[in-house]
């Protein structure tokens, strides 16, 4: 079964309006989240890592105020694009690190289709 | 920092042939290596990885990969694909503690019948 939840899988917005995504990991904490955009037929690119309880840390050239990370809790992270345009459509995917025994383990959401219209 | 090129976007391939997807690395610090697959609009699922030990790992549905330090590869083969397996497949790596990721550039396997 999915060991981390996102939510929504699709949504369309208006440009000019936020809209948020939910990274929940089940069953597990989760100290450590990322979030990654991925264009169609291309790779992953990091945007953020979530740290409970602290402020994310962007990777360089990734607008702080546009893409608001919070990590309220051990299970849940969210992603806020604020004020979206049609450039901002892409595919929004979390991860979420778990410590295990064996060593750190990363697990990926389902991912996030945004479509800014 | 690290980086990790897949030298093939695309490889197409016939059912129950052999396959290896190419995967080369660059990194100043010991690496944490990763294959992830991606079936069409789906997140990424954990394939196999190398941590330490045995350089060669297997997955549970016949996918392997050996780490080769001398050559910084970590290709991935399959003695006989199926249809199923139809998908991207992306490389990533990590340095010590196997948090951030970075992801190659992908490549999509087509099996045709």
């Known amino acids: 079964g999915a060991v981390v939840s996102q939510h929504p899988s699709r949504v369309i917005c208006k440009s000019g309006t936020s809209v948020k995504i939910e990274c929940r990991s089940l069953?597990?904490?989760?100290?450590?989240m990322f979030w990654y955009r991925q264009f169609p037929k291309q790779s992953l690119m990091l945007m953020a890592t979530s740290n409970e309880g602290s402020k994310a840390t962007y990777e360089q050239g990734v607008e702080k105020d546009k893409f608001l990370i919070n990590h309220a809790s051990l299970t849940l992270s969210t992603l806020t694009v604020t004020s979206a345009h049609p450039e901002d459509s892409s595919f929004y995917i979390c991860?979420?690190?778990?410590?295990?025994?064996?060593?750190?383990?990363?697990?990926f959401g389902e991912g996030s289709w945004l479509t800014v219209v | 920092a690290q980086s990790v090129t897949q030298l093939d976007s695309q490889v197409p391939v016939f059912e129950e042939a052999p396959v290896e997807l190419r995967c080369n690395y660059s990194?100043?610090?010991?690496?944490?290596l990763f294959w992830y697959v991606q079936y069409p609009n789906q997140g990424l699922q954990l394939l196999l990885k190398?941590?330490?030990?045995?350089?060669l790992v297997k997955s549970i549905n016949g996918f392997e990969a050996e780490f080769n330090k001398s050559q910084t590869s970590f290709h991935l083969r399959k003695p006989s694909v199926h249809i199923s397996d139809t998908a991207e497949y992306f490389c990533a790596v990590s340095g010590q503690g196997a948090q951030k990721l970075v992801f190659g550039q992908g490549t999509r396997l087509t099996i045709n019948p």
């Open positions: 190398y941590l330490s030990g045995s350089t």
């Open positions: 990194s100043s610090v010991s690496v944490y």
């Open positions: 991860s979420a690190l778990i410590d295990l025994p064996s060593g750190n383990t990363i697990y």
């Open positions: 069953d597990f904490q989760a100290t450590t």
